[in-house]
Structures are given as C-alpha cells and as structure tokens.
C-alpha cells in the first residue's frame, strides 16, 4: 500500500520567513496531493491541493510543488504570520476504489513573532 | 450547508460501555470516512463507505462497527470501550472523483473520546 512520509516534524521560523514542509510518497498510482492545516483542538481543513498533471500550484502565501518522478511534493509558505502556528499533514490519494487516502504523519509549525 | 456534523463532542465512557458516535452530511458526498487521531499522531482510517449499504475496513477497525443505510448517516459504534479508544475521533466525507481527478475530503470538529 502507499506510504507518506513527512519532514520535519517540527519547524519554528520567525515571522516573515519562509516555511517549507516535505513529504515523499511510495505508490506511482497515486495522483491527487492534498494539504490539510489543523489547528489546536480543530478539525482538519483543506488549504490546497494539487493534481499530478501540474507541477506547482500557488495561492496567495502558499505554494505546493510535486515531482512525480521523485515522488515528493512540498508545501512552501512566504513571510508567515503567527496565525500559520498549526499542525500540517500531507495526503496521495489512490485514484482506485474508494479514493483511498493516506497521511504522512503531521509537521507541528511555530511562527516565533 | 451545516457540512459534516458530528456528535457528542465530548465524551466520557468507563471500560466495557458501549456508545455510538453520530456523523451525518449534507453534502449528498457518497464517501463516507471515520479517523481516529491519537495525541500528536496523525489521522489512521478505522472504517469507510462508497455509498448506502456498503462499508470497509481501513487499517485500524477492531473494536468498532459501522453501518450505512442513508447518504447522509455513517454512524461508528464502540461495543466493548477500552483505555486504547480513548482518542479524537473524526468522520470525513467526500464526493467521488469526477473525470479528471480526485476529490478532497471534507472533516467535521470530531468527537473526544475519553475511556476511563
């Protein structure tokens, strides 16, 4: 089955600095990339996802890039603001069956002001 | 649209009590999802369904069941609760994917789930 794994773990940045957030994937099958932000005691939500016929997608602060040869997409994020604190998870979603998606395991992000 | 909308919030159960979670949509999403999120882990996929009368395990369902018999429903039943359930539990939903591509899920604001 896909594996999704996620770097760092942890990140502090200062505030107006850049973010970037890793994650590689295992199944070639898979082929729609979404990112999730996930503040304290909240549920999960999408904040972009991209598809793998394009290679970056941008809005506003936030860039998503995916190398499908390599396997690996990221989630960068310019001159970020405290409100950016938050837990992010990466996700490949199998295009078969019941749009089977997997996780990578979360990066908790501090924005120092 | 209310979106995803799960209940209780919160709850307490003592060991061996059984309880079931509710998670209703109003999206008119075919799949349905229920995750488990441990304490700063991430989210592990207990049961899904692809429409009314059809369900399937994810990777963690033991201890839990599930039913479908309306779009809108996919309630998660604990028939034993154990301290190992004690965890965030949230129910997800989503349409399948159009020509093209996939679909995102779409999550409620879960239930907290204690077992004491």
């Known amino acids: 089955g896909e594996n999704v794994e996620q770097h760092p773990s942890t990140l502090s940045v200062q505030e107006g600095d850049s973010a970037v957030i890793k994650c590689t994937y295992s199944?070639?099958?898979?082929?729609?990339f979404p990112w999730y932000k996930q503040e304290l005691g909240k549920r999960p939500q999408l904040i972009i996802d991209?598809?793998?016929?394009?290679g970056e997608k941008k809005d506003q602060r936030i860039a998503v890039t995916l190398n499908k040869t390599a396997k690996h997409f990221s989630l960068h994020i310019t001159e970020t603001q405290p409100e950016d604190s938050a837990v992010y998870f990466c996700?490949?979603?199998?295009?078969?069956?019941?749009?089977?998606?997997?996780f990578g395991t979360g990066t908790k992000l501090q924005v120092i002001p | 649209n209310a979106g995803v909308t799960q209940t209780p919030k919160f709850r307490i159960l003592k060991i061996g009590q059984s309880m079931t979670l509710q998670c209703t949509q109003d999206m008119n999403h075919n799949y349905m999802y229920w995750y488990r999120q441990d304490p700063g882990m991430g989210l592990k996929l207990i049961y899904y369904?692809?429409?009314?009368?059809?369900?399937d395990k994810g990777e963690v369902p033991n201890g839990y069941n599930v039913s479908r018999s309306t779009t809108e429903d996919f309630p998660l039943r604990l028939e034993l609760a154990a301290p190992s359930q004690t965890s965030v539990y949230f129910c997800?939903?989503?349409?399948?994917?159009?020509?093209?591509?996939?679909?995102?899920?779409?999550f409620g604001d879960g239930t907290r789930l204690s077992i004491l």
């Open positions: 369904s692809v429409g009314a009368g059809i369900t």
């Open positions: 996700a490949a979603i199998d295009p078969g069956g019941y749009q089977k998606v997997t």
């Open positions: 199944d070639s099958a898979s082929n729609y």
């Open positions: 991209i598809r793998s016929n394009v």
């Open positions: 997800a939903s989503s349409t399948p994917p159009p020509r093209g591509g996939n679909q995102p899920q779409h």
